[in-house]
């Protein structure tokens, strides 16, 4: 079986990766209108938010190898920049049940996670 640390070295490598070739990529994009080429606002938006995935993902990494818990407001940004992403990366109508999907996936999760927080509270 496989170690915690060594999951979360693979997945902080991973995300580096992504964060690395994301930034190069938007950058390769902001730059081409320079050099005469067009500057493709679909292409800025899908490379920044693997930008946004990446930071997210290590965030959740140094959380869990610190042990902490993942603050509310910290879930419902990640929460939302997900579904934000997925408005921007599928078509039309298929973006909109997605995201509206996501955004009720959203609200059951976090009352289910007051509610289990809400009870760890008062069995101790």
Request: some cysteine; proline content about 2%; aromatic content about 10%.
């Amino acid at each position: 079986m496989i170690d915690k640390e060594k999951i979360y070295y693979i997945a902080s490598v991973a995300a580096n990766a992504i964060f690395i070739i994301a930034i190069l990529l938007l950058g390769i994009y902001l730059i081409a209108p320079l050099m005469g080429g067009q500057l493709l606002a679909d292409a800025v938006i899908k490379y920044a938010s693997w930008v946004g995935i990446a930071l997210a993902m290590k965030l959740i990494l140094n959380r869990l190898r610190k042990k902490d818990h993942i603050r509310a407001r910290e879930y419902i940004l990640l929460c939302l920049v997900v579904v934000a992403n997925t408005i921007a990366w599928f078509p039309y109508p298929l973006n909109l049940i997605i995201g509206t999907l996501g955004l009720i996936g959203i609200f059951f999760s976090y009352r289910a996670g007051k509610r289990a927080k809400g009870q760890s509270l008062n069995s101790q």
